[in-house]
């Protein structure tokens, strides 16, 4: 499912790897800081089913997940965002992060 999708819209449901757990995407292209480094991830997301009630967000790529539960909603603003894709991120000035990756050597849950 994710081959043919640049990028998952917002409400889109996933499985990431190493977890059994499903989580809800709610952010595209989060600035966040781990280690000092400011830089962006894909998606953040909230654990499911109660969402966002620790202020704990997780962050990851796409590379990181495994499933796509539901893809969330599509309309003409996400459209637009998938054709544009390619231009959004090259014009990104953050360095990505990776889970557990050389850039972020460490979790990819964070509070917010």
């Known amino acids: 499912m994710l081959d043919n999708l640049k990028i998952l819209p917002i409400g889109s449901v996933v499985i990431i790897n190493g977890s059994t757990e499903p989580v809800m995407i709610v ?14 991830f894909d998606f953040g997301a909230v654990p499911l089913p109660l969402g966002l009630v620790s202020h704990e967000m997780l962050f990851f790529n796409k590379e990181d997940i495994s499933s796509v539960l539901f893809v969330g909603y ?31 050597a460490g979790n990819y849950s964070k509070k917010i």
Do not use: R, W
């Not at 603003?77 to 894709?85: I, N, P």
């Open 27 to 40: 952010s595209a292209f989060p600035v966040t800081t781990s280690d000092g480094q400011e830089g962006y």
């Open 74 to 104: 599509i309309d003409t603003g996400y459209q637009m965002l998938h054709q544009k894709y390619d231009e959004l991120v090259a014009s990104i000035i953050h360095e990505k992060l990776m889970i557990g990756g050389e850039k972020n």
